[in-house]
Protein backbone atom coordinates (compact mmCIF):
# COMPACT_ATOMS: atom_id res chain seq x y z
CA UNK A 1 0.00 0.00 0.00
CA UNK A 2 1.32 3.34 -0.68
CA UNK A 3 1.50 5.46 1.78
CA UNK A 4 0.28 9.27 1.36
CA UNK A 5 -2.83 11.27 1.68
CA UNK A 6 -5.93 10.66 0.06
CA UNK A 7 -6.79 13.68 -2.00
CA UNK A 8 -10.58 13.20 -1.06
CA UNK A 9 -10.79 12.32 2.65
CA UNK A 10 -14.05 11.44 2.01
CA UNK A 11 -16.17 14.13 1.28
CA UNK A 12 -17.59 13.22 -2.30
CA UNK A 13 -20.76 10.81 -1.36
CA UNK A 14 -22.13 14.01 0.44
CA UNK A 15 -21.56 16.72 -2.23
CA UNK A 16 -23.80 18.27 -4.72
CA UNK A 17 -23.95 20.34 -7.92
CA UNK A 18 -24.85 23.81 -6.33
CA UNK A 19 -25.32 25.19 -9.53
CA UNK A 20 -27.11 22.68 -11.56
CA UNK A 21 -29.65 22.22 -8.39
CA UNK A 22 -30.16 26.24 -8.12
CA UNK A 23 -30.73 26.55 -11.45
CA UNK A 24 -33.39 23.67 -12.00
CA UNK A 25 -35.03 24.79 -8.93
CA UNK A 26 -35.34 28.45 -10.29
CA UNK A 27 -36.26 26.94 -13.70
CA UNK A 28 -38.97 24.75 -11.95
CA UNK A 29 -40.06 28.34 -9.97
CA UNK A 30 -40.15 30.50 -13.10
CA UNK A 31 -42.32 27.89 -15.50
CA UNK A 32 -45.40 29.57 -13.33
CA UNK A 33 -46.64 32.98 -14.97
CA UNK A 34 -49.01 33.61 -11.89
CA UNK A 35 -46.81 35.38 -8.99
CA UNK A 36 -48.19 33.50 -6.34
CA UNK A 37 -47.57 30.45 -7.67
CA UNK A 38 -43.93 31.48 -8.04
CA UNK A 39 -44.10 32.59 -4.62
CA UNK A 40 -45.40 29.38 -3.27
CA UNK A 41 -42.88 27.37 -5.55
CA UNK A 42 -39.87 29.60 -3.48
CA UNK A 43 -41.45 29.12 -0.35
CA UNK A 44 -41.54 25.13 -1.37
CA UNK A 45 -37.57 25.02 -2.10
CA UNK A 46 -35.86 27.80 -0.36
CA UNK A 47 -34.79 25.80 2.35
CA UNK A 48 -33.65 23.05 0.24
CA UNK A 49 -31.50 25.59 -1.26
CA UNK A 50 -30.04 26.85 1.48
CA UNK A 51 -29.52 23.33 2.95
CA UNK A 52 -27.43 22.80 -0.83
CA UNK A 53 -25.79 26.05 -0.20
CA UNK A 54 -24.88 24.86 3.45
CA UNK A 55 -23.28 21.41 2.69
CA UNK A 56 -21.36 22.61 -0.13
CA UNK A 57 -19.98 25.56 1.78
CA UNK A 58 -19.52 22.71 4.24
CA UNK A 59 -17.36 21.04 1.89
CA UNK A 60 -15.21 24.07 0.89
CA UNK A 61 -14.28 24.75 4.94
CA UNK A 62 -13.41 20.93 4.31
CA UNK A 63 -11.07 21.08 2.07
CA UNK A 64 -8.95 24.05 3.39
CA UNK A 65 -9.14 22.06 6.58
CA UNK A 66 -8.09 18.79 4.77
CA UNK A 67 -5.50 20.93 2.94
CA UNK A 68 -3.90 22.57 6.06
CA UNK A 69 -3.88 19.21 8.08
CA UNK A 70 -1.91 17.82 5.51
CA UNK A 71 0.26 20.81 4.44
CA UNK A 72 1.25 20.78 8.49
CA UNK A 73 2.23 16.46 8.23
CA UNK A 74 5.02 15.09 6.60
CA UNK A 75 6.01 15.55 2.95
CA UNK A 76 3.93 12.65 1.43
CA UNK A 77 2.14 11.79 -1.86
CA UNK A 78 -1.34 13.09 -2.44
CA UNK A 79 -2.98 9.58 -3.98
CA UNK A 80 -6.06 9.67 -5.94
CA UNK A 81 -5.91 13.11 -7.19
CA UNK A 82 -7.60 12.92 -10.51
CA UNK A 83 -6.86 16.60 -11.26
CA UNK A 84 -3.11 15.61 -11.25
CA UNK A 85 -1.81 16.51 -14.98
CA UNK A 86 -4.95 17.63 -16.65
CA UNK A 87 -5.44 20.95 -18.23
CA UNK A 88 -5.81 24.04 -15.80
CA UNK A 89 -9.22 26.18 -17.33
CA UNK A 90 -9.39 28.93 -14.74
CA UNK A 91 -13.00 29.55 -15.44
CA UNK A 92 -14.01 26.15 -14.98
CA UNK A 93 -11.79 25.68 -12.05
CA UNK A 94 -13.99 28.61 -10.35
CA UNK A 95 -17.42 28.91 -11.74
CA UNK A 96 -18.99 26.57 -8.97
CA UNK A 97 -17.52 28.98 -6.34
CA UNK A 98 -18.31 32.17 -8.94
CA UNK A 99 -22.11 31.15 -8.76
CA UNK A 100 -21.85 30.57 -5.09
CA UNK A 101 -20.23 34.32 -4.37
CA UNK A 102 -23.08 35.54 -6.65
CA UNK A 103 -25.29 33.67 -5.25
CA UNK A 104 -24.88 35.16 -1.63
CA UNK A 105 -25.78 38.43 -3.02
CA UNK A 106 -29.01 37.68 -5.06
CA UNK A 107 -30.78 35.32 -2.51
CA UNK A 108 -31.42 38.11 0.05
CA UNK A 109 -33.36 39.95 -2.78
CA UNK A 110 -35.34 36.57 -3.77
CA UNK A 111 -36.54 36.48 -0.12
CA UNK A 112 -37.74 39.57 0.00
CA UNK A 113 -39.49 40.06 -3.29
CA UNK A 114 -40.87 36.35 -3.19
CA UNK A 115 -41.13 35.90 0.64
CA UNK A 116 -41.01 39.58 1.92
CA UNK A 117 -38.78 38.65 4.37
CA UNK A 118 -35.39 40.29 4.87
CA UNK A 119 -32.18 37.67 5.22
CA UNK A 120 -28.54 38.08 5.22
CA UNK A 121 -26.07 35.64 5.27
CA UNK A 122 -23.57 35.78 8.04
CA UNK A 123 -20.48 37.72 7.63
CA UNK A 124 -18.20 34.75 7.82
CA UNK A 125 -19.73 33.24 4.50
CA UNK A 126 -18.15 35.62 2.10
CA UNK A 127 -14.46 35.45 3.67
CA UNK A 128 -14.74 32.01 3.12
CA UNK A 129 -16.07 31.59 -0.14
CA UNK A 130 -13.02 34.19 -0.98
CA UNK A 131 -10.45 31.92 0.70
CA UNK A 132 -11.75 28.84 -1.18
CA UNK A 133 -11.44 30.63 -4.63
CA UNK A 134 -8.19 31.76 -3.49
CA UNK A 135 -7.55 27.91 -2.69
CA UNK A 136 -8.47 27.04 -6.45
CA UNK A 137 -6.58 29.43 -7.70
CA UNK A 138 -3.15 29.72 -6.52
CA UNK A 139 -3.12 25.78 -6.44
CA UNK A 140 -3.84 25.67 -10.27
CA UNK A 141 -6.71 23.34 -9.95
CA UNK A 142 -4.64 20.40 -8.07
CA UNK A 143 -3.25 19.63 -11.59
CA UNK A 144 0.07 19.85 -10.31
CA UNK A 145 -0.17 18.81 -6.88
CA UNK A 146 1.83 15.73 -6.36
CA UNK A 147 2.81 15.97 -2.50
CA UNK A 148 1.43 17.61 0.30
CA UNK A 149 4.70 19.91 0.39
CA UNK A 150 2.75 21.04 -3.13
CA UNK A 151 -0.10 22.50 -1.47
CA UNK A 152 -0.84 26.40 -1.08
CA UNK A 153 -2.19 27.76 1.46
CA UNK A 154 -4.92 30.99 1.38
CA UNK A 155 -2.95 33.57 3.59
CA UNK A 156 -5.94 34.62 5.60
CA UNK A 157 -5.97 29.98 6.02
CA UNK A 158 -5.18 30.03 9.70
CA UNK A 159 -2.99 26.40 11.11
CA UNK A 160 -2.65 26.57 14.30
CA UNK A 161 -5.73 23.97 14.93
CA UNK A 162 -4.91 22.16 12.15
CA UNK A 163 -3.44 19.22 13.60
CA UNK A 164 -6.83 19.19 15.11
CA UNK A 165 -8.54 19.23 11.52
CA UNK A 166 -8.37 15.32 10.55
CA UNK A 167 -10.09 14.40 13.84
CA UNK A 168 -12.87 17.10 12.97
CA UNK A 169 -13.40 16.22 9.63
CA UNK A 170 -13.90 12.30 10.52
CA UNK A 171 -16.82 13.00 13.07
CA UNK A 172 -18.81 15.09 10.00
CA UNK A 173 -17.92 12.58 7.51
CA UNK A 174 -19.47 10.11 9.65
CA UNK A 175 -22.83 12.51 10.23
CA UNK A 176 -22.85 12.72 6.15
CA UNK A 177 -23.86 15.99 7.21
CA UNK A 178 -20.92 18.48 5.67
CA UNK A 179 -22.95 21.25 6.72
CA UNK A 180 -21.18 20.99 10.33
CA UNK A 181 -17.58 21.68 9.09
CA UNK A 182 -19.04 25.47 9.41
CA UNK A 183 -19.20 24.56 12.81
CA UNK A 184 -15.49 24.96 12.56
CA UNK A 185 -15.00 28.33 10.62
CA UNK A 186 -13.13 30.83 12.68
CA UNK A 187 -10.58 28.31 13.24
CA UNK A 188 -9.86 27.86 9.28
CA UNK A 189 -10.30 31.68 8.01
Keep these: MTEGYE ?3 GFG ?5 FQGTVEYLYTDINRFKNFSQKKMKFRQYYKKIL ?10 AGCLMWAAYIKGQ ?3 PILNNHCLGGKINEEENTSETDFMINFVTLFP ?8 ETFEFPDYINRLL ?10 EGFTKTENSADIKLPECVKTNSAESFKEKIEAVL ?10 YQEQII
Excluded: C, H, R
Excluded at 51 to 60: A, S
Excluded at 130 to 139: R, S
Design 130 to 139: DAYKEFLVIN
Design 7 to 9: FDP
Design 51 to 60: EVFNNNLGFY
Design 109 to 116: KDMKYFLG
Design 174 to 183: KSGDLSKLLE
Design 13 to 17: PYIMA
Design 74 to 76: KNL
